[in-house]
């Protein structure tokens, strides 16, 4: 049997990218949700990046941190926000390196 290497995920860098997806997921820190970047331009068009993210929503969570890069402002207190509205949002994303050497969406900022 025969097998292929893959690449891992997206390397460490700067991608043109649309949000395509967030997706519910439990980890071993409870409940959060995946949030999905696919990459639009250059050799690693396809390719895929995600950021886990809890599903806390306030200012000091790092999913409110997407939300104001998808709604181009804060969301008010209360407000109640649909990730599904952002599908297909374009922009760029950045891609870091975690301590264990895998790697991650680390931001997004929207262009359309």
């Known amino acids: 049997m025969k097998f292929i290497v893959s690449r891992g995920g997206l390397t460490v ?6 949000f395509v997806g967030a997706e519910p997921i439990t980890n071993d820190y409870g409940k ?3 949030l999905k970047f696919e990459v639009i331009s250059g050799d690693l068009a396809g390719q895929t990046g995600t950021r886990i ?3 806390t929503l306030s200012p000091k969570s790092r999913l409110f941190e997407f939300v104001i890069a998808f709604e181009g402002g804060k969301p008010e207190a209360g407000e109640e926000i649909d990730l599904a509205g952002y599908f297909g949002a374009t922009g760029m994303i ?3 390196q975690t301590p ?3 790697t991650r969406v680390a931001s997004f900022l929207r262009i359309s």
């Open 100 to 102: 264990s050497g895998a």
């Open 13 to 18: 860098g700067t991608y043109a990218a649309k």
């Open 94 to 96: 950045v891609v870091e």
């Open 32 to 34: 959060a949700v995946s």
């Open 53 to 55: 993210c809890s599903l």
